[in-house]
Nanobody
């Protein structure tokens, strides 16, 4: 059974940092691209960042580029999102997703088949 469990969310002031983690199990983690998506209150899902199966290829939404860093540890089956310089508009539930394929040439083609329950990130003073 595929399981994705996010952690690390919380309340942080604008300009602060948080590190999200996703513990994966039930599949060969290193064989699939992974991504983070988020959903702000009252809004639809927004793709945040994508990483290829080997970790060498990363892509970011313009809204987070230069502030967020996605990474993965295939030995530990863990996906991470380091979020710096957080803004109130980053407030959302963040979900870890499992890609359908090993790698993607662009984020626009990314498809996922599993996601976790999410972790809440609130940026407020």
């Amino acid at each position: 059974e595929v399981q994705l469990v996010e952690s690390g969310g919380g309340l942080v002031q604008p300009g602060g940092s948080l590190r999200l983690s996703c513990a994966a199990s039930g599949f060969t983690f290193g064989s699939y691209a992974m991504s983070w998506v988020r959903q702000a209150p009252g809004k639809g899902l927004e793709w945040v960042s994508l990483i290829g199966s080997g970790g060498g290829s990363t892509t970011y939404a313009d809204s987070v580029k230069g502030r967020f860093t996605i990474s993965r540890d295939n030995a530990k089956n863990t996906l991470t999102l380091q979020m710096n310089s957080l803004k109130p508009e980053d407030t959302a539930v963040y979900y870890c997703t499992k890609g359908v394929r090993k790698d993607y040439s662009s984020a626009s083609g990314y498809e996922y088949d599993y996601w976790g329950r999410g972790t809440q990130v609130t940026v407020s003073s």
